[in-house]
């Protein structure tokens, strides 16, 4: 089994900054893709930031300039540097991981629990 813990999420004034940061566990052989899901009440998952493991980096254009995505393959862990932040991004913040492990064949999807990013105004 795989687990992917987060951790960062928090309150924070408009302008401000905040990092989050998360870890994967398990039977894990090869990492293949990172990133990271947010969802505000009432709305759809979307995509905030998504690593490759070549280092491609992919943004919504909403965060664009003011978030960065990297990872640390020594820790099995991704970050989300999250700056000049904006109440419009207040939301449930989940961590996901395409990778395949040593107990089930081929790729899959895996999630973190979720944590909550307030911004206030």
């Known amino acids: 089994q795989v687990q992917l813990v987060e951790s960062g999420g928090g309150l924070v004034q408009a302008g401000g900054s905040l990092t989050l940061s998360c870890t994967a566990s398990?039977?894990?052989?090869?990492?293949?893709?990172m990133g990271w899901y947010r969802q505000a009440p009432g709305k759809q998952l979307e995509l905030v930031a998504s690593?490759?493991?070549?280092?491609?980096?992919n943004y919504a254009d909403s965060v664009k300039g003011r978030f960065t995505i990297t990872s640390d393959n020594a820790k099995n862990t991704v970050y989300l540097q999250m700056n000049s932040l904006k109440p419009e991004d207040t939301a449930v913040y989940y961590c996901?991981?395409?990778?395949?492990?040593?107990?089930?064949?081929?790729?899959?999807?895996?999630w973190g629990q979720g944590t909550q990013v307030t911004v206030s105004s």
């Open positions: 996901n991981a395409h990778l395949s492990t040593w107990v089930l064949a081929g790729a899959r999807d895996y």
């Open positions: 398990g039977n894990i052989s090869s990492f293949y893709s």
């Open positions: 690593i490759t493991n070549g280092g491609s980096t």
